[in-house]
């Protein structure tokens, strides 16, 4: 990519970071972001050409102790903080735009919630409520927060009212008959039971899964 340099400063700064390894030079790349990129990965992946996903990682390990850092694996993603983590606010400002458009599982076959929000909108909630581009993650990094934090993207279907079947009315002038008669007789006592579907009961109902586990 191509790498805006703007001073001889970030010169001296690229030739630093080429010296360093590890954390340390991860370190001083979050601490770059921070001074001289307003604290955003994404503007420091533009003007020095350091990987953002690299700067987000310097920024995590800012916040570990030297001890933390020693002993965290050094392979993989196993040692990165995850951004709704490193920003408590963030996830919760997260959970307040997407509950109000969430869905759980209907099967009740897993804890997963689905919304119809895309990573891009809720990009764009957040910017209403403050958050500035430059301290937001970008939009393939929001899907992967949304994941994490057990959402998936699923259009949300309204319920379907049942066809009237051909008996009803025929049910219906049943059960008025009935119950006028009933009601006149005083050694009948009267009980109203709404019921709308089957439920198997025992250890199989709904999967073997508890509604309000």
């Not at 939009?139 to 993207?153: A, G, K």
């Not at 009237?164 to 025929?170: F, G, L, M, Q, S």
Request: proline share 4%; with cysteine.
């Amino acid at each position: 990519m191509t790498v805006g340099i703007e001073s001889e400063s970030d010169e001296l700064l690229l030739l630093a970071a080429k010296q360093l390894r590890g954390s340390t030079r991860r370190i001083f790349l979050a601490q770059v972001c921070d001074t001289l990129c307003e604290g955003s990965p994404r503007k420091t992946e533009q003007r020095f050409g350091w990987g953002r996903e690299t700067v987000e990682k310097g920024l995590a390990d800012r916040a570990l102790t030297a001890q933390e850092r020693a002993t965290r694996p050094s392979s993989g993603n196993k040692g990165r903080v995850a951004w709704e983590i490193r920003d408590p606010q963030m996830a919760i400002d997260i959970r307040l735009i997407a509950e109000p458009r969430t869905q759980s599982d209907p099967e009740l076959k897993s804890e997963r919630c689905y919304t119809n929000l895309s990573a891009a909108e809720v990009l764009t909630a957040l910017q209403e409520k403050g958050y500035t581009l430059a301290k937001l993650p970008s939009e393939r990094t929001m899907r992967d927060i949304l994941n994490r934090m057990n959402y998936r993207l699923k259009r949300i279907q309204k319920g379907k009212p049942l066809k009237k079947t051909e008996a009803t009315d025929a049910i219906f002038e049943n059960v008025n008959a009935v119950r006028s008669s009933a009601g006149k007789d005083p050694n009948t006592l009267e009980i109203s039971i709404d019921t709308k579907t089957k439920v198997k009961l025992g250890k199989y109902s709904q999967g073997g899964k508890n509604q309000n586990r």
